[in-house]
């Protein structure tokens, strides 16, 4: 099926007695991955920052679902998320996102997109995978194609900080991320696998990035050019749910199906050699697992 643009979520088919977290399943791809997996019949844990918002979306979707507050940009949250899970899930959608508004810190003192991005997801996949028995997917992006990795400046304390740039960072240590994933997996027997994902370009609420005059006139101008361009949410969650259903090979990148990768359906995609690079993905583990105080438990 790699490349058919003529997936549909039917594909899902009967999920009923699965579970499934999704992160940040309040808007955008999220919410859609999540509505479409409980049309499938399958128990849908709404992981969100906001569960007021969450209990009326998990309404409005139906079937079955639970709402859990986690906020990725504070561990305490992320520990707090995992206590609270007391049964085994058969998926993990890390799919909840940020583009910062300004340079900010987490709770923890992390930049707040590398923080909410990676390190916060980094965490709450560790505490949980214990209890996860089919896969973890992890809502990457062909951002991380224009982005560099400096270990030694994590946080941006001293290169310069944009909103695009850091954004483009945090997914290229997801990328990263992902590659060590696999290969945890894979070396240790594991019948857990992992993939990666990267939307298109999806008119969500991810590029309404700030408040501001000048980037009030960007999200207007990009959602304007998006009604063209863009994936809407739908098409935005099928490579996420294109990793469930296809028989691709763990550890696979699943991207859109067009020239730039912005619009169309899910397809096997390529990474940067950077993204690809095994000596940096173990860097970056071992980096996250001392800012974390979390670390792989054994499978």
């Not at 039917?10 to 997996?37: E, F, K």
């Not at 709450?124 to 194609?145: C, E, F, M, Y």
């Not at 400096?150 to 310069?160: E, N």
């Not at 730039?260 to 095994?278: E, F, H, I, N, V």
Request: glycine fraction near 10%; hydrophobic fraction near 40%; proline fraction near 4%.
């Amino acid at each position: 099926m790699a490349g058919d643009q003529q997936w549909t979520p039917a594909r899902l088919g009967d999920r009923s007695g699965q579970r499934v977290i999704v992160t940040g399943a309040t808007n955008g791809i999220g919410l859609a991955t999540a509505h479409a997996l409980a049309r499938a019949g399958a128990h849908v844990i709404l992981a969100v920052r906001n569960v007021e918002l969450g209990e009326r979306r998990a309404a409005e979707m139906g079937g079955s679902t639970e709402v859990s507050h986690v906020d990725l940009s504070d561990l305490a949250s992320v520990h707090a998320f995992a206590d609270r899970l007391t049964d085994d899930v058969d998926v993990l959608v890390n799919n909840a996102g940020l583009v910062a508004q300004k340079r900010e810190t987490t709770t923890d003192g992390f930049e707040m997109s590398i923080g909410t991005n990676f390190l916060g997801p980094f965490a709450l996949t560790n505490l949980v995978a214990p209890r996860v028995r089919s896969q973890i997917v992890n809502v990457g992006s062909d951002a991380h194609k224009f982005a560099t990795l400096d270990l030694d400046d994590l946080h941006l304390t001293r290169a310069r900080w944009n909103p695009m740039g850091a954004y483009g960072r945090s997914k290229l240590a997801v990328m990263l991320w992902g590659l060590e994933l696999d290969r945890r997996l894979r070396e240790s027997g594991s019948t857990v696998t992992t993939a990666l994902t990267h939307p298109g370009w999806v008119a969500s609420n991810l590029s309404n990035v700030s408040d501001a005059p000048l980037m009030s006139v960007f999200h207007t101008m990009t959602q304007t050019i998006a009604k063209t361009l863009a994936n809407d949410t739908d098409a935005g969650a099928a490579p996420t749910l294109y990793c469930m259903t296809e028989p691709i090979p763990p550890g696979s990148y699943v991207g859109i199906d067009s020239r730039l990768g912005l619009k169309g359906g899910p397809t096997l995609a390529g990474r940067t050699a950077q993204a690809s690079d095994y000596a940096l993905a173990q860097r970056l583990w071992q980096r996250a697992e001392t800012e974390t105080g979390t670390s792989w438990p054994r499978m």
